[in-house]
């Protein structure tokens, strides 16, 4: 072969490599926690007396160097070097010179890159706990204010049983609470540190993993080296949690959506967060919650990607797993996003009292109160569902809402009804006599606040305890 034609083919085999492998477009996100696993790195090397005083004072200054210059954007990253983390150290070395090289000592890009994206998991979850905590404040203030709004249950997409507005909302509050624990529990079972790991069988040097942990807010090392640096459990896990999440946002949001139609008009969303026509002038398009709606497709798909690059893969680090970042990346963002969004259309909604009663006495949903009266005189149940059915259809043909009914038309369908049941017409009435643990009764729902209440205090306990972590690793490292 000409030596022309091999140079110009070596070329684009470099060019290949270069444009594929790269990952410098979305790893760049994680500079300032790369860098932050650096400085704890050259601490250890110190400790384990393998850099002097005087090269750690160095490697140290610059890295805080370079981390100013990238916050200020005065540095341009090099494509070429493939990743945050050479780009990182090439800047390093302009910067200090040869003495950067002995950065790396003991460490792997598998076991560095593990470090980073768990720093930065570790940030974005604390992020989202902030979000889910004050996303959940705003439910339990609609639910506080509305103990006795009436409103219609739904079962099938088909009004079934009076409920109040705050018991509905109450609802999606524990929902959201049980998505806050799993991501707890999902941060306690990650946060453990990669560092020490090396490329898969740890390294020869005297560091301690134990004394870098503490420094970088873990709670201790890792324990098996390959499985240190194969582990993207945590993502996956991240992204199932954040998955969950954006799917009863996406819920909360459907409702939103239907409840705001003329149709429904159970609520009126503010003006400021809902968007006009470009041709119709009369709408407004809650556009808001449909994208929070349809954004649960892109959190599935997340997850579907990162389960399937997970998939088969032999032990331990494959390139593969450079796949993990864009996924996880997007997730939190979504996520993070919707939640403030939402937040913020629940927190300025207008909830339509009115209209809310009124569909309850319009779908005659205090039958199965009838039908539990007649249970009461002694009736079997299935005999009394039988009777309510027949004066519920009868109302219906006759556009006549029960709960207008008088005793005298009670008795026309059973004798056993006496001048009590017309209490049983009653939604308020329906949904104070189900006070049981968890049902829709005011006194219930009020206990049931007042639980979440307890709960959201110890929620704030450990928020704090993971903003500690965070906050006090970025504390010890950057600002010591």
């Known amino acids: 072969m000409p030596k022309k034609t091999e140079n110009l083919l070596q070329t684009s085999q470099n060019e290949v490599v270069t444009e594929y492998t790269g990952s410098l477009e979305f790893d760049r996100e994680l500079y300032f926690w790369d860098i932050v696993g650096s400085l704890a790195h050259v ?19 610059g890295l805080t160097g370079v981390l100013a210059d990238l916050n200020k ?25 040869k003495v950067a090289g002995k950065l790396h000592t003991g460490r792997s890009r598998n076991d560095q890159v593990s470090l980073d994206i768990k720093l930065y998991t570790r940030e974005r979850i ?18 506080s204010k509305n103990l006795k709004t009436v409103m219609p249950g739904m079962t099938h997409m088909q009004p079934a049983q009076p409920i109040s507005l705050a018991h509905h909302m109450m609802a999606h509050w524990f929902k959201f609470q049980r998505d806050f624990e799993r991501l707890v529990h999902c941060y306690d079972r990650m946060n453990l540190s990669p560092l020490g790991a090396g490329a898969i069988a740890g390294n ?17 090392p890792t324990e098996n ?18 998955n969950m999440i954006q799917i009863h946002l996406s819920s909360i949001s459907q409702e939103l959506i239907l409840w705001n139609t003329p149709q429904f008009g159970f609520v009126s969303l503010s003006p400021r967060l809902t968007t006009g026509s470009s041709m119709m002038p009369q709408k407004r398009n809650p556009d808001i919650a ?23 893969l032999p032990l331990a680090y494959n390139r593969d797993l450079q796949e993990d970042k864009e996924p996880l990346f997007d997730a939190f963002d979504s996520v993070v996003d919707s939640i403030w969004a939402i937040r913020s259309l629940l927190a300025s909604a207008k909830f339509n ?11 005659n ?38 709960e207008e009914w008088g005793l005298s038309c009670l008795r026309s369908y059973s004798k056993l009804f006496d001048k009590d049941a017309l209490d049983h017409l009653k939604p308020e009435k329906s949904m104070e006599r189900r006070k049981i643990h968890g049902g829709t009764a005011a006194s219930s729902v009020k206990k049931s606040i007042e639980t979440a209440k307890k709960m959201t205090e110890k929620d704030a306990k450990i928020v704090k305890r993971i903003e500690e972590d965070v906050q006090g690793t970025i504390s010890r490292l950057i600002d010591a």
Request: hydrophobic content about 40%.
């Open 365 to 402: 949903l205090t039958a199965t109160d009838l039908a539990d009266y007649l249970v009461g005189k002694g009736v079997p149940f299935r005999t009394a569902y039988t009777i309510v059915k027949e004066m519920v259809q009868d109302s219906i043909k006759e556009d006549s809402p029960m």
């Open 225 to 242: 080296s390959i499985d240190t640096v194969s582990d993207r459990d945590f993502v996956a896990e991240s992204i199932f949690c954040l």
């Open 204 to 220: 020869v040097y005297d560091i301690d993993r134990f004394k870098v942990a503490k420094a970088l807010g873990f709670r201790g």
């Open 353 to 363: 009292t009115d209209k809310l009663r009124e569909a309850v006495m319009k779908a």
């Open 126 to 143: 604390l992020e989202t706990l902030e979000e889910l905590s004050a996303l959940q404040n705003v439910l339990t203030m609609i639910a």
């Open 43 to 61: 601490d250890s090397l110190l400790e384990a007396e393998i850099l002097s005083k005087d090269e750690h004072s160095k490697i140290r200054k």
């Open 290 to 312: 449909e994208l929070a709606r349809a954004k649960t497709g892109r959190l599935s798909g997340s997850l579907i990607s990162i389960l399937t690059t997970l998939k088969g």
């Open 73 to 97: 954007g005065k540095v341009e990253l090099r494509p070429e070097l493939e990743d945050i983390h050479m780009n990182i150290e090439a800047l390093l070395t302009e910067r200090i010179g």
